[in-house]
């Protein structure tokens, strides 16, 4: 990589880091949340306070996440991601503050909303900016999933461990912190956001200096649904669905399993260091398994998104597509018979598990660039963030819904066929465009 290459890495390394750290801390939250609140008050009426109440709360959170992509898109092509990331980085450390002064589960969906806001902008700002400024945009890809990951795994460690000491409305706010310091590297962060871009490339779109009206967004969304991006819309809202189903609540599902029985700290200390910590045998304070199992599981996924990212530049994208969703049916499928046979089978199970949620995620950034034109690259991944995370949020409240009036059995069949519908989209890809012989894809 050359320079501008390697300033561009370290930005959306450090950003993309962070927006998942607090992303997938969320779900460590939410089993705190079931046991903490008893109804929602909207004043005329109160709900009780279920896992389907609550997947509807995260999926509000979540939703917006994915629904703000689409016009942060739009801005990321009119002002450059610089701007856009610093905004984002300081909007989420506004949003934990918020999220840790939440006295009901009103206001923690009001903060999971400014969450949401501000953490939607960052997928099509960093991923226009590696796709527009990085020559080696393969590795960059794969770097910034690393990073993504790496806050994916340890996010919810640091919150794991962090909640066995204190109380989660404190743990929210000092989660804010990194936000802020991010914030302040990426207003100083300096490099040329287009030093990948063929000037003669996409020429025909007068999107190439970005949308600038609603009638230019209405003309460039029509070109890029001719182009090929409505079936890869379908493909990456396979992935969302998939991706918020399982992760959502599988902390708490984990949470009943023998397997996972809360262990009191005290145990696992020795004397002196107990004393030194104020953990006193009986205090109540427990390590929960089931959090690190979930942060271990994430963490895997580094595997899986630089295996993802490295691959996409070695075989066509549309088949990667198709290998991976096969790979999470038969995961899926597999989920509950190998959770009942015991501790060691799960643990491996966890770790391919984490590495197919993951490195799919490689494959459709790359199709959406392989489908789309530069100079409307940033709406192209508004849209795909409208899939994942908006339309996919819906995983969450799905899930939610299904283990409160279902059983966990009709919630894995459920995502099974999710994962069969997307790689059936994949093999679609690949047969109308001839992936196969390596045929060319019109970039418009």
Not at 9 to 37: C, D, K
Request: charged content about 10%; some cysteine.
């Amino acid at each position: 990589m050359n320079r501008n290459d390697r300033s561009i890495v370290a930005l959306v390394m450090l950003a993309h880091g962070m927006v998942h750290t607090y992303e997938l801390s969320l779900p460590i939250f939410v089993t705190i949340w079931l046991m903490e609140f008893d109804v929602v008050n909207l004043g005329l009426t109160q709900l009780d306070v279920t896992a389907a109440t609550l997947g509807w709360v995260v999926t509000a959170g979540y939703g917006l996440f994915g629904i703000g992509a689409l016009p942060g898109g739009v801005l990321v092509d009119r002002i450059g991601s610089r701007r856009l990331i610093s905004l984002c980085l300081f909007g989420m450390a506004g949003s934990f503050v918020l999220l840790g002064l939440s006295p009901n589960l009103v206001v923690v969906t009001l903060a999971l909303l400014c969450w949401g806001a501000a953490a939607s902008v960052y997928h099509p700002a960093g991923l226009a900016l590696i796709s527009k400024g990085m020559n080696e945009r393969g590795t960059g890809f794969a770097y910034h999933g690393i990073a993504g990951n790496v806050g994916i795994g340890l996010g919810p460690l640091l919150t794991a461990i962090l909640l066995v000491f204190l109380d989660w409305t404190t743990v929210a706010m000092l989660l804010a912190v990194p936000a802020l310091v991010a914030g302040a590297y990426a207003t100083r962060a300096k490099f040329d956001e287009s030093a990948a871009v063929d000037a003669g490339a996409g020429g025909s779109s007068k999107a190439d200096a970005g949308v600038g009206s609603f009638a230019e967004f209405v003309t460039e969304s029509k070109r890029l649904i001719a182009g090929g991006l409505a079936v890869v819309f379908l493909v990456v809202i396979c992935s969302g669905l998939f991706y918020r189903g399982v992760l959502t609540f599988l902390p708490d599902l984990l949470s009943g399993l023998d397997t996972f029985d809360p262990i009191p700290l005290a145990s696992l200390l020795p004397a002196g260091l107990a004393d030194a910590l104020g953990v006193e045998a009986g205090s109540g304070r427990m390590l929960k398994p089931e959090r690190y199992f979930y942060s271990g599981l994430l963490m895997v996924g580094v595997l899986g998104q630089y295996a993802g990212g490295k691959l996409t530049d070695r075989l066509p994208v549309e088949w990667g597509l198709v290998g991976a969703f096969g790979a999470l049916a038969v995961l899926a499928v597999l989920f509950l018979p190998v959770v009942n046979a015991g501790l060691a089978p799960l643990l491996v199970f966890g770790a391919i598990l984490g590495f197919f949620l993951f490195v799919i995620q490689p494959f459709y950034q790359a199709t959406v660039a392989e489908y789309t034109p530069a100079g409307t690259r940033g709406l192209s991944y508004g849209y795909t963030y409208l899939g994942v995370f908006g339309v996919g949020a819906l995983g969450g409240a799905l899930a939610g819904t299904i283990l409160t009036y279902a059983t966990p059995t009709a919630l894995f069949t459920t995502l099974a066929g999710i994962a069969v519908a997307g790689a059936l989209f994949g093999f679609y890809l690949a047969r109308k465009n001839g992936a196969a012989t390596g045929s060319e894809v019109t970039s418009d």
